[in-house]
C-alpha cells in the first residue's frame, strides 16, 4: 500500500534533468555555435573584428607621425629658419633650417612634381593595403610610411614656390649627411621595418610563408 501511494502521488514531470546538468556545466562565454570563449562570434566575425584593431593601430602610429613632424616643421620655421644652426652634439649633430625641393635627405632636386606623385600614390596603396591587413607589425610599419608620407606631401601642396611644388622643411644635420626631418625618419624606419618582415616572411594578412 504505502509503496502504491508513492507511486500514485509522484507527478509526471519530463525527464530534464540532463538538459540542466549540461547547461550548468556548459563553460561561460560559450556561444551558440559551441566555440568556447567567443561570445557567438563567428570565425568571419573574429577575422573583421581583428583586421578593424590592425587598422586602428595603422592610422593611430601615421596620426601621430604625422602630428610630430608637422608640430616640429612648424616650429623650425618659426624658431629657427634664417638663424645660425643649434649644436646639438657639438658639430656631429645641428639644427639647421633648410628648404629641400627633392625627394628624402636632398635627393632628386630636380623632380619635385615626380616626387609629389610618388607620395600621393604610396598613400593611396597603403589605405588599400589595409583592407587585408592582420598582421601588428605590418600596420605599425604601414604607420610609419603612411604618417612620414603625408607629412612631406603636406609640405609639397602647401609650401612655397607652388602647389605641387613646394619644398619640404629639413632641419635634422648630422655631421657629413643629408639634412632630413621627421618624415623622412619614419618613412626610413617604416621601410626598414617591412624589409625585416619580408625577410622572415610575415605577410600583410598575417601568414608566413616560406621560400
Known amino acids: ?12 514531470t519530463p525527464d530534464d534533468g540532463g538538459e540542466q546538468t549540461a547547461a550548468a ?3 561561460a ?14 570565425a568571419p566575425e573574429r577575422q573583421r573584428g581583428g583586421r578593424g584593431r590592425r587598422i586602428a593601430v595603422l ?14 616643421k612648424m616650429l623650425v620655421v618659426a624658431k629657427l629658419e634664417h638663424h ?16 629641400n625641393p627633392g625627394a628624402a635627405f636632398g635627393f632628386g632636386a630636380a623632380f619635385t612634381i615626380i616626387f609629389t606623385l610618388i ?13 587585408k591587413l592582420y598582421s601588428l607589425p605590418w600596420a605599425i610599419a604601414l604607420g610609419l610610411l603612411l604618417g612620414g608620407a ?3 606631401l603636406t609640405d609639397r601642396v602647401f609650401r612655397a614656390p ?3 611644388q613646394g619644398e619640404v622643411v629639413d632641419f635634422i644635420a648630422p655631421k657629413g649627411f643629408a639634412v632630413f626631418n621627421l618624415a623622412d625618419s619614419a618613412i626610413v624606419c617604416g621601410g626598414i621595418l617591412i624589409v625585416l618582415l619580408s625577410f622572415r616572411g610575415l605577410d600583410p594578412d598575417g601568414t608566413v610563408h616560406k621560400d
Open 59 to 72: 592610422f593611430a602610429v601615421a596620426v601621430f607621425a604625422y602630428a610630430l613632424d608637422l608640430i616640429s
Open 162 to 164: 607652388g602647389v605641387f
Open 150 to 152: 603625408l607629412g612631406n
Open 25 to 27: 556545466e556548459a563553460p
Open 84 to 99: 645660425a644652426p643649434i649644436q646639438v652634439v657639438g658639430d656631429w649633430l645641428e639644427l639647421h633650417a633648410i628648404r
Open 29 to 42: 562565454g560559450s556561444g551558440p555555435s559551441g566555440a568556447p570563449g567567443t561570445g557567438g562570434q563567428t
Open 119 to 131: 607620395a600621393a600614390a604610396v598613400i593611396v596603396v597603403i589605405v588599400r593595403l589595409a583592407r
Open 1 to 12: 500500500m504505502a509503496e502504491a501511494e508513492r507511486i500514485i502521488g509522484t507527478p509526471d
